[in-house]
């Protein structure tokens, strides 16, 4: 086995070793993350540190942790390596549930990151999950699978908030 291969083994074994440390402590409590999943972080991550008050869940305007009662659905499909559709829209100002489906064919987590717009949401093969959307500013965002390799792939999308 080449130096190269046998390293690329040890990451692999080392990621697979931190999603089951994670998922144990998912388990056993944390912080709330925006899709209902609980992640071992402190104060300070996510919200309430560098990134300021109404990101990642936490204020009046950027993410909330749950579906907004009565609000318009934009529901986005992952796939093994794409988005569909690739270019999302949302309305600026307004209140959206932005719902991220992963069917169970894609066999793996995938998620839906848009770093600018604090938005962070996570399914399992063969879940939705949905996030409450308020107040987003207009712009174009760049938005992709966070999942290591997967963006490499072309797990990339374009969110368009007018």
Known sequence: ????????????????MLLLIGIAASSL?????????TWPMGPGM?????????????????PAATAIPGANE???QAANFSFSPSEIRLHAGAEVNLT????????VVHDLTVPALGIHVVAN???SRTVGLRGLPAGRYDAYCSIPGHADLGMRATVIVE
């Open 125 to 127: 093969a063969g879940e």
């Open 29 to 37: 409590g944390g912080a709330t993350g925006l899709a209902g999943a």
């Open 100 to 107: 991220l489906s992963n069917p169970a064919s894609t066999g």
């Open 1 to 16: 086995m080449t130096d190269t291969r046998r390293v690329a083994g040890w990451v692999a074994l080392g990621s697979g």
């Open 74 to 76: 934009v529901r986005v």
């Open 46 to 62: 996510m919200g309430r540190g560098p990134m300021g008050p109404g990101m990642m869940g936490f204020g009046v305007s950027g």
